[in-house]
């Protein structure tokens, strides 16, 4: 029933801009954890960034901090990814997905990937050079 929808990929210029959105439905964000991974051709889905909704903790993977940022409407139950100065490293499929959360440390961080429950069904980014 729990549905996560990603929008927001295309086709950009290496050092420009695109905004990730992830909608869920029948599902609220409170007491939840939301994370982007993204998966790249021939390589594993790595983790790409998090927030909390119970907290507004967020966790970043180390090749995009500085650059990306993820942020949260609960009320709307969307939540964003803002990545900037893109490179065409960058490049792959963007999946969103969800985790119960109640706030307790976990030392695989907020967004285990073996710990989400519900996942989107990806958007394409492709960064040119």
């Known amino acids: 029933e729990v549905q996560l929808v990603e929008s927001g990929g295309g086709l950009v210029q290496a050092g420009g801009s695109l905004r990730l959105s992830c909608a869920a439905s029948?599902?609220?964000?409170?007491?939840?954890?939301i994370g982007w991974f993204r998966q790249a051709p021939g390589k594993e889905r790595e983790g790409v960034a998090c927030?909390?909704?119970?907290?507004?903790?967020?966790e970043y993977t180390d090749s995009v901090k500085d650059r990306f940022t993820i942020s949260s409407d609960n009320a709307k139950n969307t939540v964003y990814l803002q990545m900037n100065s893109l490179k065409p490293e960058d490049t792959a499929v963007y999946y969103c997905?969800?985790?119960?959360?109640?706030?307790?440390?976990?030392?695989?961080?907020?967004?285990?990937?073996?710990?989400?429950?519900?996942w989107g069904k990806g958007t394409l980014v492709t960064v040119s050079s």
């Open positions: 029948r599902f609220t964000f409170d007491d939840y954890a």
């Open positions: 927030i909390s909704s119970t907290d507004g903790n967020t």
């Open positions: 997905a969800a985790r119960w959360y109640s706030g307790t440390y976990s030392p695989y961080g907020i967004c285990d990937y073996y710990a989400m429950d519900y």
